[in-house]
């Protein structure tokens, strides 16, 4: 307990770096906790009316002050560290109830309703480990939290929320957006896709990499920048046969139709053709490079919401 002890004097919390990707969290609590610091993970499991952040939002916080992650809208989270560091000194699990119905009359949230914390003092780090591993090889996966045993396992159930066992969070891969097509739209894409923390994938005669070669999975977004409608029918066609939630076509209405009957010629029927978006983008006046990559970008994560959420929808306490 020396050791700990001279970490428990530490200062206020304090925000380590700024993010609300659940596998840097988890990637966090991984490696703190393998550098002998005892780590919390705290996890939204209840909301009663509004609340910033959806069911199974999660921080990690460290018994030295340090932490990452949101459970509300950034008002709570010193407060919730706080809560958690007392938590890891007892080495025991607790709930928080902040908003609505909370003892804490000084936290008001600002969305007026309630939410119910799960605060887990992290005693083994292999169910974590294995969630970070199902994510790097693009598999969905789910930690369980047991309360009544105060452990997580890498099971659960396929939605987030209570069940019968305990809380089930489920994790799934990032957005990848796999590019082809001319350098300058593909390049301004590229940046603004990075930015927003998605898996960027450049495919083309350029790269000697080409979409029919990586096989895009549900979790893929795949978008054609190319001016050339013949030199994007392959590409086109390998995207159709593919899993992915986006297709998205440079182009008017007027190439657009052109595209329809060649993608008819090759056997498609109507159905599989409105797969593509096209004209790409969330707005179709788009006229410069970087116009072009913030329409797209915000098509793409419009449509990732409903497509990654649509059969597993969260459970919502109320």
């Given at each position: 307990m020396k050791a700990q002890d001279s970490i428990v004097e530490h200062r206020a919390p304090k925000a380590e770096f700024?993010?609300?990707?659940?596998?840097?969290?988890?990637?966090?609590?991984?490696?703190?906790?393998?550098?002998?610091?005892?780590?919390?993970?705290?996890?939204?499991?209840?909301?009663?009316?509004?609340?910033?952040?959806?069911?199974?939002?999660?921080?990690?916080?460290?018994?030295?002050?340090?932490?990452?992650?949101?459970v509300s809208g950034g008002c709570t989270e010193a407060a919730v560290a706080a809560e958690a560091i007392e938590a890891l000194k007892t080495g025991h699990d607790?709930?928080?109830?902040?908003?609505?119905?909370?003892p804490f009359f000084d936290i008001v949230l600002p969305c007026g309703g309630g939410i119910r914390l799960s605060i887990h003092?992290?005693?083994?780090?292999?169910?974590?480990?294995?969630?970070l591993g199902q994510l790097v090889l693009r598999r969905e996966a789910r930690l369980l939290y047991r309360p009544g045993a105060e452990e997580i396992a890498c099971v659960g159930s396929?939605?987030?929320?209570?069940?019968?066992?305990?809380?089930?969070?489920?994790?799934?891969?990032?957005?990848?957006?796999?590019?082809?097509?001319?350098?300058?739209?593909?390049?301004?894409?590229?940046?603004?896709?990075?930015?927003?923390?998605?898996?960027?994938?450049?495919?083309?005669?350029a790269y000697d990499r080409y979409l029919w070669d990586v096989s895009p999975d549900r979790y893929s977004a795949v978008a054609l920048l190319s001016h050339d409608l013949a030199a994007e029918l392959p590409a086109l066609d390998a995207a159709l046969k593919s899993s992915a939630f986006y297709i998205g076509a440079l182009g008017?209405?007027?190439?657009?139709?052109?595209r329809k009957q060649a993608l008819r010629n090759l056997g498609y029927d109507d159905a599989e053709i409105a797969r593509i978006k096209a004209p790409i983008g969330m707005f179709d006046k788009a006229r410069d490079a970087a116009s072009l990559a913030v329409s797209v970008i915000a098509d793409v994560a419009a449509l990732a919401a409903v497509a990654h959420e649509a059969s597993q929808r969260p459970v919502r306490l109320v």
């Open positions: 700024v993010t609300d990707a659940p596998v840097e969290i988890l990637r966090y609590a991984s490696t703190s906790f393998k550098k002998g610091i005892p780590v919390a993970l705290v996890t939204l499991v209840e909301i009663r009316g509004g609340a910033a952040r959806p069911l199974g939002a999660q921080m990690t916080v460290r018994i030295d002050g340090l932490y990452c992650g949101f607790r709930y928080l109830l902040l908003g609505e119905g909370s003092v992290i005693k083994a780090i292999e169910p974590v480990d294995e969630v396929t939605q987030t929320g209570w069940q019968a066992e305990g809380f089930s969070r489920v994790y799934r891969p990032s957005t990848r957006l796999f590019i082809s097509g001319n350098a300058l739209e593909a390049s301004a894409l590229a940046n603004v896709a990075r930015a927003v923390g998605y898996e960027v994938d450049l495919v083309g005669r008017s209405r007027r190439t657009h139709d052109k």
